[in-house]
């Protein structure tokens, strides 16, 4: 029987629809099926939103109020004033109406892409298909990007649902969020949130379950985005793992380790479970637990017919992390099965103010994987002169590379960190090695930089490297007091 298409997409989350969108380019036949009931469950009739893009929306302004009162010229001086949530609701929802309007339905649909709105089940007999109501979708492969929703498995003794989550956020009215607010989490998401409603004016409690805010991060830097949190008036609880939530009067309550905190609400940015109700997996023997579905390297399920991608295979909720997953899998699904997943030149960050940007190794991985000969570089924005003009303190960019010269990883906390990684990532993913010899590299330019400029952090840890490498080569350091002794009685 001949199969109606080369690949259907299973959800219309952010990954869903890009995967279409850049499937039917190569004249595939492709279909997304939206899992949902009906047109109403979508926002906009037909997009299903990403907390990346609503984060960063409300950041900006969030920056903007941040900078008035902290800035060279104070709200007094320039006779501005902050901008409140229900405005910024307002221009969140006019700037991101174009966004929605090119990730529409309705516009995959004049891409080729068959939309079909509805929920869709698995099933293997005869063949491996999806039925959509009254439709029997068959498929070369399919593609499950149904995203992850927020369940935190604890609630009040009757099962009420006493908190709101990062989807409730984004769609509810902001301007009725209270002034004292607790939010438990401590992925990228639920940094970014707790310090940009702080920036709002509202009283943040951040309730972390680890020991550390970022604990995939080397302590240095997460110290840092801890410490300007902090210094922004946000109070973090770590090693606190929350058992119970409940309403007292017009209190919710939290318990949170030995801690029993209160707030007029509470915000879950944690807890993600994969989005796969109904889908029927078990019965076409798709592996799965209640944190993510099981993929192999090349990102296939259980099922080699069936892949997925984004936070439903676990990990952060990272449109950049997705991205690359999606373009893997369009070339193991629609040409060949052969590319396998690579993380390690993968940029990814934290979109705090200032943003944490980080690419492969971190410390402690690079030393343990390379026995300890890594040279490790640290400099600091404040060393630069653009970094002084903009008062970049206190920013900082480690560098870690290997005896070889290859560039293993790169942490960047400051101004412009976000642009900037994609420096040593391009370099990583190319395998441009530094030049062995210090010499020539200190008489070289190995990136070229503007003066002045941000990426002058980069050519100063550069130089740092081949300064140590001189120091640590006793043969060619005593060279070198030789020359200039000998150049000194010439």
Not at 209 to 236: C, Y
Not at 246 to 269: F, H, P, V, Y
Not at 301 to 326: F, K, M, Q, S, W
Not at 440 to 450: A, C, N, V
Request: aromatic share 8%.
């Amino acid at each position: 029987m001949t199969l109606e298409y080369d690949l259907v997409v299973v959800g219309s989350s952010w990954a869903g629809i890009y995967a279409a969108k850049s499937a039917v380019r190569f004249q595939a036949r492709v279909a997304l099926v939206t899992q949902t009931d009906n047109s109403v469950e979508l926002p906009q009739g037909e997009y299903l939103p990403n907390d990346t893009s609503f984060n960063c929306s409300l950041a900006e302004i969030g920056d903007f109020n941040y900078s008035l009162e902290n800035g060279f010229f104070i709200a007094e001086e320039t006779n501005l004033n902050t901008v409140s949530l229900d405005k910024a609701q307002t221009w969140i929802e006019n700037g991101n109406a174009a966004v929605k309007n090119l990730n529409s339905l309705s516009s995959l649909a004049a891409l080729g892409v068959d939309v079909i709105v509805g929920k869709g089940e698995f099933f293997r007999l005869p063949k491996l298909g999806l039925q959509v109501k009254q439709r029997r979708l068959r498929s070369r492969r399919f593609l499950l990007a149904t995203g992850s929703y927020f369940l935190p498995d604890f609630g009040d003794n009757d099962g009420a649902i006493n908190y709101l989550t990062l989807r409730d956020l984004a769609e509810g009215d902001l301007a009725n969020l209270p002034s004292n607010i607790i939010i438990v989490g401590g992925d990228p998401t639920a940094l970014e949130l707790a310090q940009t409603l702080a920036r709002f004016e509202k009283k943040i409690t951040l309730v972390v379950k680890q020991n550390r805010i970022l604990p995939q991060e080397d302590r240095d830097l997460s110290t840092l985005v801890q410490a300007k949190l902090e210094a922004e008036g946000i109070n973090i609880f770590t090693n606190s793992v929350v058992s119970q939530i409940k309403q007292i009067d017009n209190l919710k309550w939290l318990q949170a380790g030995n801690r029993a905190l209160s707030a007029d609400e509470i915000i879950i940015a944690d807890y993600r479970r994969p989005n796969i109700r109904d889908l029927n997996l078990a019965g076409v023997d798709v592996k799965y637990d209640e944190k993510r579905v099981y993929v192999d390297r090349k990102l296939a399920t259980t099922n080699p017919h069936i892949y997925a991608c984004g936070d439903l295979i676990g990990g952060y909720c990272l449109p950049n992390i997705a991205r690359y997953e999606v373009n893997l899998i369009l070339k193991n699904t629609l040409f060949f099965s052969w590319y396998k997943t690579n993380y390690h030149a993968l940029p990814w960050a934290v979109l705090t103010r200032p943003k944490l940007a980080r690419v492969g190794l971190n410390e402690r991985q690079a030393k343990q994987q390379y026995k300890g000969k890594v040279y490790v570089i640290r400099q600091y924005f404040n060393n630069t002169a653009q970094g002084q003009i903009l008062d970049s303190n206190p920013g900082m960019c480690k560098l870690l590379i290997s005896r070889q010269g290859e560039i293993l990883g790169c942490s960047l906390f400051g101004d412009r960190a976000v642009e900037l990684i994609t420096i040593p990532a391009l370099m990583m993913q190319h395998k441009i090695k530094l030049d062995h010899n210090p010499m020539r590299g200190l008489t070289s330019i190995s990136i070229p930089t503007i003066y002045p400029s941000m990426t002058e952090i980069l050519e100063l840890a550069l130089e740092d490297f081949y300064q140590q490498k001189i120091q640590q080569n006793s043969q060619l350091s005593n060279r070198l007091k030789r020359w200039f002794s000998w150049r000194k009685n010439k």
